[in-house]
């Protein structure tokens, strides 16, 4: 009995006290400080990486960024993060008649898309510590 009393609160433990990261992230080559950066991350490879299905989303004026934004409270997991500097604040990434965007964007791994949006998998980081990723804008 003293086995299972023992058992029982390691496992409400470990469900009571979950284990949640941060994602510190770092873009060493904004352009200008015009409009505002966009960040998503997503959870589910479905939904990457489209617009309002974001885990999670936050703005920042690009005047006033920092240099790094910090996620905070994480689950451990897959993940994958599309930044845009939404450089008119318009909410919409702006493209040119080919679909190419003529505003800043870029992706974990630092992917590089060639004719298509990527893939989650092509972006896609673990998350398992307090982590930091450098994302360089592709202007």
Do not use: R, W
């Not at 505002?36 to 936050?58: A, R, T």
């Not at 934004?69 to 845009?84: C, M, N, Q, R, S």
């Amino acid at each position: 009995m003293k086995y299972l009393v023992l058992f029982y609160f390691t496992i409400i433990g470990k469900i009571v006290i979950a284990q949640t990261y941060n994602l510190a992230i770092t873009i060493p080559n904004l352009k200008s400080t015009d409009g505002e950066i966009q960040f998503g991350i997503y959870n589910k490879k479905e939904n990457f990486p489209l617009v309002d299905k974001q885990y999670k989303f936050f703005i920042v004026s690009a005047g006033k960024f920092s240099g790094t934004y910090t996620f905070h409270d994480l689950p451990k997991g897959e993940y994958a993060v599309a930044i845009l500097h939404d450089k008119n604040a318009d909410k919409i990434c702006n493209t040119n008649f080919l679909g190419i965007p003529k505003e800043g964007y870029g992706f974990s791994k630092n992917f590089k898309p060639k004719f298509s949006a990527p893939s989650f998998n092509d972006c896609k980081i673990e998350i398992n510590s307090n982590t930091s990723i450098s994302i360089k804008l592709l202007y």
